[in-house]
């Protein structure tokens, strides 16, 4: 391992929560002898296994075969057929069709309620009307959209057709969201007039008409009237802008019908920041990624038929396409959906909504769970929170004290937490501690949840012992890993099955400990984590030098109590520009409106020149020490030009 990857791995947290006996009684898994038996059937007979847990869903055609091949490219679930949108919305009829499928609360605090029957019921229509858009089977469709109930009939119309979606988080701007069209060539892209946020508009359908002008391949655009002209005027372009409600009102639901497809047919792209400028287009295909929400759903949320679960993730990442959409709706749950920010119009607006709606299961991230513990404890304990039974937490590792606060002041310790690891390319949770079956420490994310084979190695692909950090890695495939890269399967090669040849590996350095139990210490490669949202250093620095005052850029993280990792980069400037707080701010606003504004970096230093080895690779490692005000440590003989780094020390004082 070169010293850029260095993995450190310290942890005293040697508390245990055991969960309660009245929950563990009620609880789908009970043990950790039950656990451990399932997960034993899992990897010895998937076959079985998959069979039974996915009997409830839908297949048109079961499978001959459960894998075939051998990674990186391995396929589930060989020869069934199906249309996810069955699983999902349809075998709920009979018996769930008055059951509120989705429960939204916008951010001024109207609520809208979609009963499973209804939420069929414009997923049809709306299918119909893609299909008389000319979208068909295999097509793409771009989706540029807030939290809106539409989003969600949006993706699952798409899944009916077979056309892949590719939702574009609401927060990137119109150079982003051109460039992820681009690569997948999306045929229509879903938008609407504006959305909420903190009182003011965000203008989506503006920014999409800025980044249409040069995406070639897109043929209309769909905009769902949510603010209205009050709010968003819009601009409708004749012959490629349509309104959502006249093409939906006009359908004919006899179009809608369900298109059944093999089990390996792509069901949506989602891209994320790699360590190079260019994000990847994650690849989920049908049968795999079905399987793998529904089962971590109904487990991890030990799922029942009154609860009302919410998940707060944005749909435009991985946690809304798998735990807001496709594993809650395939097991019937009720779905709670927020449109706006969590401290709009103060920061008691979650137990607000906790209290108003009696949410008893609540998925949130770290860096949510920070700025509650900074806003202040009295913005939550003012709310009845009693409905809530089971707390989860995703996206970057919870600090300890975080876990204790969100145990006590959210869960009134009452509540078991779940700390789901997963990624976009993993599709579904992978590590967890089981709520009902087993303790949870604070701080790790537990054990491997059924069919996942996880591994911490050192960089020559050995095992270490137990409490030594390494890489973490998967021995084996698993049905909702991703399928390749989006047009570059050179790239899902190399980036993930090159490290440890003839294994996954997830980026990600590890350790576990003497119960089994795994603790993530973050990433090793050039990807942040700030706010729960991967960046990629490499897209930040491309932004930067994008600019015209920018001759070089290195973006690092720096630890942040609040955001977990906060943004600092190293700029050097061309000649003839001048550093100072005007630059910075137009250099802050750039990356702002090149990536979007929750990438624009925190700080920025200006230095005469960056530290490089010899190679002329960036040296993040000091820069990292330097950012967090440390002291630079380790072996420096690599460095081109020693001068720079007092240099940088100087302009940091
Ligand atoms: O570093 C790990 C961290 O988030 C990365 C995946 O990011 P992304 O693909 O954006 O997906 C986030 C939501 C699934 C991982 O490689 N990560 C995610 N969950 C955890 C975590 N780190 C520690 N503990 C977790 N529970």
Known sequence: MTDDKAIATFSAENRRFEPSAA????????????????????????????????????????????????????????????????SCLDRHLPARKDKRAIVWESEPGEVRTLTY???????????????????????????????????????????????????????????????????????????????????????????????VLSTPSIE??????????????????????????????????????????????????????????????????????????????????????????????????????????????????????YEGAPNSPDWGRFWQIIAKHQVSVLYTAPTAIRAFIRAGNEWVTKHDLSSLRLLGTVGEPINPEAWIWYHEVVGQKRCPIVDTWWQTETGAIMMVTLPGAVFAKPGSTGLPFFGVKAEVVTTDGKAVGANEGGLLVRRQSWPSMLRTIWGDDERFVQQYFSEIPGNYFTGDGARCDEDGYFHVVGRIDDVLNVSGHRIGTAEIESALVSHASVAEAAAVGRPDDLKGQALVVFVTLKPGFTAGPELTQKLKAHVGQEIGKFAAPDDIRFAESLPKTRSGKIMRRLLKDIAAGRETAGDVSTLEDLNVLSKLRAVDE
């Not at 089977?137 to 539409?150: L, N, S, T």
């Open 23 to 86: 929950f563990r009684e009620r609880a789908r898994i009970k043990s950790k002898a039950d656990y451990e038996r399932l997960y034993r059937e899992s990897l010895d007979n998937p076959d079985g296994f998959w069979k039974r847990e996915t009997s409830e869903l839908v297949f048109e055609r079961p499978w001959r075969t459960v894998t075939e091949g051998q990674l990186p490219h391995v396929k589930w679930f060989v020869g069934a057929e199906l249309n996810v949108t069955k």
């Open 117 to 211: 029957g209804e939420l069929h019921a414009e997923v049809v229509r709306f299918a119909a009307a893609l299909r008389g858009l000319g979208v068909q089977k295999g097509d793409r469709v771009a989706i540029y959209m807030g939290m809106v109930p539409e989003v969600v009939v949006g993706m699952l119309a798409c899944a009916r057709i077979g056309a892949a979606h590719s939702v574009v988080f609401g927060g990137f701007a119109a150079e982003s969201l051109r460039d992820r069209i681009n690569d997948c060539q999306a045929k229509v892209v879903l938008t609407q007039d504006g959305a909420w946020r903190r009182g003011s508009v965000v203008p989506l359908k503006a920014t999409v008409d800025k980044a």
């Open 220 to 337: 209309k655009v769909v905009v769902l009237r949510r603010l209205g002209d009050e709010h968003a005027k819009v601009e409708m372009k004749a012959g490629r802008d349509v309104w959502w409600h006249e093409v939906s009102e006009a359908a004919d639901p006899a179009g809608g019908a369900p298109e059944v497809v093999d089990a390996e047919h792509p069901l949506f792209i989602l891209y994320t920041s790699g360590s190079t400028g260019k994000p990847k287009g994650v690849l989920h295909t049908t049968a795999g990624y079905l399987a793998g929400t529904h089962v971590s759903t109904k487990y991890v949320f030990d799922l029942r038929e009154d609860d009302v679960y919410w998940c707060t993730a944005d749909v435009g990442w991985v946690t809304g396409h798998s735990y807001i959409v496709y594993g809650p709706l395939s097991n019937g749950a009720t779905c709670l959906m």
